[in-house]
C-alpha cells in the first residue's frame, strides 16, 4: 500500500478492479436486456398469432372445416398424465361442436415405443367414435426408413382415416406382421407398430372418457 | 480502401472460408445440411448475427476491458441471436420450425466469436461488419451446396421444402420421378463425405490455380498441408 490508509476491502486494489470491470460488463448486460425486451415485445403477436394459425392449419387436415362451427382452441379439456395416451404432462384436448353439439375432439397421444424416441401423435375422434384422421407433430424415427408416417413423407398416416374399435376388432388393431390388418414397410416395422398401438390406445382413452370429455359446456 | 475491402471478401467467400478452410462450426454444417433450403436458411441467419455481432463489437471495443471481452462477446452475439431467433419466429414460423434447436444454437458456432475476436475487436466498423457478412456468406456457401447435394443424392429433390420458407412458392423445384433415395447422403454420414468431397474440390481448384502461375512445389505446400 503506498499511502496510509488501512488496507480494508474496498480499497483492496482487486476489489476495486474487479468492481470496475463488473459495472462494465452489467452496462452492457443492461443494453443487451432492453434489447430483447424490446424486441420480444413487437415479435410476442405475432409469434402467438403463427402458433395459433399452425395449430388450426393442422386441425384442418385432421377434421375438416365443415364438421365444426366452434372456436376448437378455446373449447378445451386439460387431461392429466394417462396410460393410455401417453402423456406424461398435463395435455389440452380440443372440443369440436356443431350448432352446439358435440362433432368431435381432437386428442394428443404419444408412443413411447418408437425406434428412436417419442412420437408425438394428433388425433381427431368423431362424437361417434370413428378416426377422422391422425397426423404426428414430432418424430426421431429414422429419415428414409421409419419417416414414411410422416404425412409429408407417405399416405400411410391415412390408414387410420374412418378407423374405430367397433370396425375393426382389438385383435386386428395391429400391423399386418402380427397379424393385424394395418400395412407397414418392410424394414421399419418398429415405428408403424408403436403408432398403430398408439392410435387403438387412444380410441379406447376416447370410448372409456367420452363423458368427461363431452360435458363441458362453455 | 478498396483494396481492403475485396481483400475480406475474398477471405471470406474463398481463402479462408468458414466451412472449408477453417473449418470451424462443423456442428451446424454438418447436422442441418439435409436440404440445400435448411442449409441456406442456417447460413444467412448465422451470416447476419455474425455481421450485426462484429458490427456491434467494433465500435465499442475500446470500453470492453480485454479481461471480460469473452463473457461481454458472448453476451452481444447471444442478445443478437435471440433477436434473431424470435424475429424468424414470428416472421417465417414454418422455417422456425425446421431449424428448430440450431438457431439458438448460433450462440455458441466459434465461427461467431473467432471472427468477434480477431476482427471486429482490432478493427473499424464498416471493414469488421463486412468481415463478419462476407465469412457468414462464405458458410452460407458452403452449408448451401453441401445441402443441395445431400438432397439431390439422398432424395432426388432441388430445393425441397422453398414452402417452409415462402407459402407462395411451390414445395420443390424438381423432384427425380421414381427415385427411390439413397438413404446414406441424408444421414450424418452422408454430411461427413460431402463435407470432405467439398474440401477436396476448393483444394484441387486452388492448386490448379497455383499451378497456372508457376509456383514452386515449395509454395504449394502450405495448400496440401490444410
Known amino acids: ?218 | 480502401m478498396m483494396n481492403t475491402y475485396k481483400e475480406i471478401t475474398t477471405n471470406g467467400l474463398w481463402k479462408q472460408n468458414p466451412g472449408v478452410v477453417q473449418l470451424l462450426g462443423l456442428c451446424p454444417t454438418l447436422a442441418v445440411t439435409t436440404t440445400a433450403v435448411n442449409g441456406l436458411s442456417l447460413g444467412i441467419a448465422t451470416a447476419l448475427v455474425m455481421a450485426a455481432s462484429n458490427g456491434s463489437v467494433s465500435p465499442v471495443r475500446r470500453f470492453i476491458p480485454s479481461e471480460i471481452r469473452v463473457p461481454v462477446f458472448i453476451l452481444i452475439i447471444a442478445a443478437l441471436v435471440t433477436v434473431i431467433d424470435l424475429s424468424i419466429n414470428a416472421f417465417a414460423h414454418p422455417l422456425h420450425k425446421v431449424l428448430g434447436i440450431f438457431i439458438p444454437l448460433i450462440v455458441v458456432n466459434c465461427i461467431v466469436l473467432a471472427r468477434v475476436e480477431s476482427f471486429a475487436a482490432k478493427n473499424v466498423p464498416i471493414p469488421s461488419m463486412l468481415d463478419g457478412l462476407m465469412m457468414g456468406l462464405g458458410l452460407t456457401l458452403v452449408l448451401g451446396l453441401l445441402g443441395a447435394m445431400r438432397e439431390f443424392i439422398g432424395k432426388g429433390t432441388v430445393l425441397s421444402g422453398l414452402d417452409l420458407v415462402f407459402s407462395t412458392l411451390p414445395k420443390a423445384l424438381y423432384t427425380m420421378p421414381d427415385y427411390h433415395g439413397f438413404l446414406l447422403a441424408v444421414l450424418p454420414p452422408g454430411a461427413f463425405l460431402g463435407l470432405g468431397a467439398l474440401i477436396a474440390i476448393r483444394n484441387w481448384i486452388e492448386l490448379r490455380q497455383l499451378a497456372k502461375t508457376n509456383t514452386s512445389l515449395s509454395q504449394l505446400k502450405p495448400v496440401l498441408g490444410h
Open chain 1, 1 to 218: 500500500m503506498e499511502d496510509n490508509m488501512p488496507n480494508t476491502f474496498f480499497n483492496n486494489p482487486i476489489i476495486k478492479h474487479a468492481s470496475k470491470t463488473a459495472i462494465t460488463l452489467t452496462a452492457f448486460a443492461f443494453v443487451g436486456t432492453i434489447m430483447l425486451a424490446y424486441v420480444f415485445d413487437i415479435t410476442r403477436a405475432p409469434i402467438a398469432a403463427s402458433e395459433k394459425e399452425a395449430r388450426l392449419a393442422l386441425f384442418k387436415q385432421i377434421l375438416p372445416e365443415n364438421t365444426y362451427d366452434n372456436e376448437l382452441l378455446k373449447e378445451t379439456v386439460q387431461i392429466a398424465p394417462n396410460e393410455q395416451l401417453g402423456n406424461l404432462q398435463t395435455t389440452t384436448a380440443n372440443i369440436a361442436k356443431l350448432k352446439g353439439k358435440t362433432a368431435g375432439v381432437i386428442l394428443e397421444a404419444i408412443a413411447h415405443d418408437g425406434y428412436s424416441g417419442d412420437i408425438k401423435l394428433l388425433i381427431a375422434i368423431r362424437a361417434d367414435g370413428s378416426i377422422s384422421g391422425v397426423r404426428v407433430l414430432a418424430h426421431k424415427e429414422t429419415p428414409g426408413l421409419g419417416d414414411y408416417i410422416d404425412i409429408t413423407h407417405g399416405n400411410w398416416i391415412t390408414l387410420f382415416n374412418n378407423e374405430s374399435i367397433n370396425k375393426t376388432s382389438a385383435a386386428q388393431w395391429q400391423v399386418k406382421k402380427d397379424g393385424g390388418k394395418f400395412d407397414y414397410m418392410v424394414g421399419a416395422t418398429i415405428t408403424p407398430r408403436a403408432v398403430v398401438n398408439a392410435v387403438f390406445k387412444t380410441t379406447q382413452f376416447f370410448e372409456k372418457n367420452k363423458k368427461i370429455l363431452f360435458a363441458v359446456d362453455n
